[in-house]
């Protein structure tokens, strides 16, 4: 499987909602019963704008310039993590999900 | 004691690679015909260039890295892929021009046609590419592009009305008589001259071609902010060489030798000799960079090795899309367009696609993550900012005025 | 074992488009894209290697463009097929906010042949390519 | 008027050329110049259809006008070339007096 098989859909939720198009993947990184760690794809940031993320604007790191924080803070705010676990379904471009949308956490980003 | 050398030297090197074909025209054709009242377009040009370049070349000492390589992770694959096209065949295009330029001096110098020149001119730009290490590049012609002094000297050996001329600087306005568009045509031009991409490409690469480090922020800053200063200052003095000899005369400057005249004018044959000798290492000097600019834009996207820092097999590709450059640039001026209409257009381009190029540096420049605690300062990014709204107008109004104007007419 | 800067990033923080810097310091291309593999049922998916050239870097960039730029790569690669050149994530010796560098030379990587023809066909013939 | 503009750019390099200020190439270069531009606009000012009568007779005294500043820059440069300091001055004359009747033909116009 590649990222642009992800990357670009449409996710929608248990109901057949739509949630919004996946701009980026999320990993965590977990050390392996054998004691090897493994880079493992653990949610789907989709919906909201994907180029305050690309920007570098997702993590509160970028000190300006006025007015690009706010703003590409006000335009993410709805990015949505649908965790993999809920994932059923994958063929470009749709994916399905097992949650329902007011179940999905905003993208861990927000909250660091 | 060294330091300071290579710091002087340094200030130097940007003194006389700021000018090229862009200013030397541009500045010539806008004093005779408009005085000194497109004053303001120079100072707003050269300011938000050293403004950007003191940026650029911040990140690049920061994180060794040239500011345009982390463009590609930023801007995305597509938005980055046009940036880079685009500066590309800019870069390609002002190589027309600026091989078009030194042909002009060598037709001045010697009488036969540029268009013998254009191919040994090319050939020449591509051997100091293969050959000659940048730092011997940067100083030579850096420093022969100084004697453009002399046309600072030469405003106080000819008849120069300076109070008409500081009235003029401080009010400015569409002189009289002058259609008000091919007035702000003209300014646009100015601006776009100072703010060439290839300019804040080279700097940032060439920032890391030597090496630049946390350390060497002050000799990086002198450069930004003394060295492009003087170098604007020489466009206006190339400017205002113009409006005691060639204005009065009803002179329109329309051939790069008749922006030589006024310094004929004060000092003779001694005078144009150096004129020859500065014009010739402006333009070559810029000609380098932007045949090496293409190749930084296209390699630094691809992430391919790049650079004079490694032997040209090393960067095989990046010397590829260098010489592909430099025979397109040399096929493109051997096609008789007259070199100094492929400047403005390459000028007018060229700002039509500043903001294109210097929004990134911005973005980049504010990312704490990757400058830590060299990360923009509340006033870089309020001057950025300001400068990025300009840009942003003069941008929109280029190619408008353009068609309006029929380049200038 | 890779030494990662962060335990939590997304694709486009850290490995996207990321520039590969091979065991000797040479640039060796960028990240055009990553290949997840799920080791078993219910299991997620998990990086095993990166991928980069012209076939990896096509789908990515979508549209008329894409499709045209992936057909060019699998014309320059149609010895080993079409799928792009694979670095396996253990070559991968430290991620961080600006480069990967790898355990091996750029030599071992069975990266696109427009460098080698570059440096033979072209560079390498003009006097002065080695000094 | 471009005309007026090219006449005195090759009245300037002919005089910094008697003087001794300038070089043989560079004056020569700068008169060309100005007579290739001289040339252009004479056939581009040659081939438009007046409107009216009125306007034809200043057409025609444009052409006799345009013509000599020409002719005057053809024989400055030859004059130039030849090296041949009486023949540069008288070829300055008559560049100097086609400047003066296009000055004439300025006021007329205003």
Same mark, same amino acid.
């Given at each position: 499987m590649r990222t642009y098989e992800l990357i670009g859909c449409q996710v929608y939720d248990a109901e057949g909602q739509a949630v919004g198009t996946v701009h980026d993947l999320h990993f965590r990184l977990r050390v392996q019963p054998d004691g090897s760690q493994a880079c493992q794809l653990d949610a789907l940031e989709c919906g909201g704008i994907g180029l305050g993320h690309r920007l570098?604007?997702?993590?509160?790191a970028m000190s300006g310039p006025w007015p690009f924080p706010q703003l590409f803070r006000y335009l993410a705010r709805r990015s949505l993590a649908v965790p993999w676990?809920?994932?059923?379904a994958v063929n470009r471009p749709r994916i399905d999900v097992s949650a329902r949308r007011d179940q999905l956490r905003p993208a861990r980003r927000q909250g660091k | 004691m060294k330091a300071v050398m290579s710091m002087t030297l340094g200030v130097m090197t940007a003194i006389g690679g700021f000018v090229d074909i862009g200013n030397l025209v541009t500045s010539g054709i806008t004093g005779a015909r408009f005085g000194m009242t497109l004053t303001w377009a120079v100072l707003v040009g050269t300011i938000g260039m050293a403004l950007f370049a003191e940026m650029a070349g911040r990140v690049t000492a920061v994180t060794r890295k040239p500011v345009f390589h982390v463009v590609r992770e930023r801007l995305g694959v597509r938005v980055s892929m046009v940036n880079a096209g685009a500066s590309t065949l800019l870069n390609v295009l002002t190589l027309a021009a600026e091989l078009g330029g030194v042909s002009l001096v060598l037709q001045m110098v010697?009488?036969?046609?540029y268009l013998i020149w254009v191919p040994l001119a090319g050939l020449a730009a591509w051997l100091v590419i293969w050959r000659m290490p940048f730092q011997w590049m940067e100083n030579i012609f850096g420093l022969l592009g100084l004697g453009l002094i002399v046309f600072v000297v030469a405003l106080f050996r000819l008849p120069t009305d300076w109070p008409a001329m500081w009235h003029q600087a401080i009010h400015p306005g569409v002189p009289a008589g002058q259609p008000a568009p091919t007035w702000w045509f003209y300014a646009v031009t100015l601006i776009g001259a100072c703010l060439v991409p290839y300019q804040v490409i080279f700097f940032s690469s060439g920032g890391r071609e030597e090496g630049w480090t946390s350390e060497s922020m002050t000799e990086m800053r002198v450069n930004a902010f003394i060295g492009f200063p003087l170098g604007g200052l020489l466009s206006l003095a190339i400017m205002a060489a113009a409006v005691p000899v060639l204005e009065p005369a009803g002179i329109q400057v329309s051939h790069l030798n008749q922006v030589a005249v006024p310094v004929a004018v004060a000092f003779g044959r001694a005078g144009l000799a150096v004129v020859f000798v500065s014009f010739f290492a402006a333009t070559f000097a810029a000609a380098a960079e932007c045949a090496l600019s293409s190749g930084y834009s296209v390699a630094q996207y691809m992430g391919w090795s790049w650079g004079k820092r490694h032997p040209p097999g090393a960067a095989a590709r990046f010397h590829l899309i260098c010489l592909a450059s430099v025979i397109a640039a040399t096929a493109f001026t051997l096609t008789t367009i007259d070199p100094v209409t492929v400047t403005i257009f390459a000028v007018v381009l060229g700002a039509a696609a500043v903001p294109l190029t210097y929004f990134p540096i911005l973005i980049v420049a504010n990312d704490a993550r990757l400058m830590g605690e060299r990360v923009n300062r509340r006033w870089a990014n309020a001057a950025g900012s300001f400068f990025m709204l300009i840009m942003v107008v003069v941008s929109l109004a280029s190619l408008p005025l353009l068609l309006l104007t029929k380049a200038g007419q | 074992m890779t030494r990662w800067d962060e335990d939590e990033f997304t694709a486009n923080d850290l490995l996207l488009d990321r520039e590969l810097i091979d065991s000797r310091g040479m640039p060796a291309g960028r990240v055009d894209d990553l290949e997840l593999t799920? &080791?078993? &049922?219910g299991q997620p998916p998990v990086l095993t290697a990166l991928l980069c050239g012209p076939t990896a870097f096509g789908p990515r960039l979508g549209g008329r463009l894409g499709t045209w730029w992936q057909a060019i790569g699998r014309r320059l690669r149609q010895v080993t097929g079409s799928y792009p050149n694979r670095i396996v994530v253990e070559l991968v010796d430290h991620v961080d906010r600006l480069e990967i560098t790898l355990l091996? &030379? #750029?030599?071992?990587?069975?990266?696109? #042949?427009f460098r080698r023809w570059a440096e033979e066909k072209v560079i390498g013939r003009i006097p002065g390519s080695t000094k | 008027m471009a005309v007026v503009s090219d006449l005195a750019s090759a009245q300037l390099a002919a005089r910094l050329g008697l003087r001794g200020q300038s070089f043989p190439a560079f004056t020569d270069g700068n008169i060309t110049d100005a007579e290739n531009d001289a040339d252009s606009v004479n056939s581009t000012f040659g081939s438009r259809q007046p409107p009216d009568s009125r306007s034809d007779a200043l057409r025609q005294k444009m052409l006799q006008a345009l013509s000599d500043a020409t002719s005057a820059l053809t024989d400055l440069r030859v004059a130039v070339r030849m090296d041949d300091r009486t023949q540069v001055t008288k070829a300055l004359a008559e560049v100097g007096g086609a400047l003066r009747h296009f000055e004439g033909i300025q006021q007329e116009l205003q």
């Open positions: 570098g604007y997702g993590e509160h676990s809920q994932v059923t | 010697t009488g036969i046609s | 799920v &080791p078993g &049922p091996t &030379p #750029r030599e071992n990587l069975d990266s696109y #042949r | -």
